[in-house]
């Protein structure tokens, strides 16, 4: 085995089995950012990770996908961190009509 398998954890140990986290559905562009005293909490892993990804406001598609995550794991890693108020997540209520019309432009261009 490679190092990179060695360390490969699988994603329902990350969530310990869960599909969804106790909190609200977490789209994909909310931003996460860490709470200010999150740094000193004793977090492991992928946990303490994510917190410090965040330290600067991180979508939760980004953070998945610099830890390595699916997203649906990164929604359920994040719903705990909140809960457990280790970082705050910003949702836009509404997309803009610019953001649509720049998402529609690059499907297109597919």
Do not use: N
């Amino acid at each position: 085995m490679t190092g990179d398998a060695d360390a490969f954890v699988r994603p329902f140990m990350v969530t310990g089995g869960r599909t969804r986290s106790a909190g609200a559905e977490l789209r994909v562009e909310a931003l996460v950012v860490a709470a200010p005293d999150a740094s000193a909490a004793s977090l492991r892993f992928e946990r303490a990770a994510a917190v410090r990804l965040c330290v600067t406001p991180t979508s939760v598609a980004e953070l998945g996908a610099r830890l390595g995550l699916p997203l649906g794991v990164a929604r359920v890693l994040v719903g705990d961190l909140v809960a457990e108020g280790h970082v705050r997540v910003h949702q836009a209520s509404e997309l803009s009509i610019e953001l649509l019309e720049r998402i529609r432009d690059r499907v297109r261009a597919l």
